[in-house]
Nanobody, 120 residues
Framework: QVRLVESGGGLVQPGGSLRLSCAAS????????VVWYRQAPGKQRELVAG???????NYADSVKGRFTISRDNAKNTVYLQMNSLKPEDTAVYFC??????????????WGQGTQVIVSS
């Protein structure tokens, strides 16, 4: 079983920033792409951003230019820096791993995710 741990969510005002973290084992970090997803109430889970072990990235159009995905090799952690947050970014955010940065076939066990609420 492949498990990852999400953290960093919280309540922020519109226009604010937040950084999410996704921790994985060294072997997982080195082999697979890591992909962030989110699920809002009443909606399907959607891809937000992905990054390969080599650093190639992919973003949903809705977050392009506002969110940045990155990785810290020493800490085996992938980050999602979220700037200029909007109320429509409110969702539970999950990370998972895949062979492809497109994240169409997540391979790990879904965790609890981390809640992001953007509201005044």
């Amino acid at each position: 079983q492949v498990r990852l741990v999400e953290s960093g969510g919280g309540l922020v005002q519109p226009g604010g920033s937040l950084r999410l973290s996704c921790a994985a084992s060294p072997s997982i970090f080195s082999i697979f792409a890591v992909v962030w997803y989110r699920q809002a109430p009443g909606k399907q889970r959607e891809l937000v951003a992905g990054i390969t072990s080599g650093g190639s990235t992919n973003y949903a159009d809705s977050v392009k230019g506002r969110f940045t995905i990155s990785r810290d090799n020493a800490k085996n952690t992938v980050y999602l820096q979220m700037n200029s947050l909007k109320p429509e970014d409110t969702a539970v955010y999950f990370c998972n791993v895949d062979l492809e940065v497109t994240g169409l076939r997540p391979l790990g066990v879904w965790g609890q995710g981390t809640q992001v609420i953007v509201s005044s």
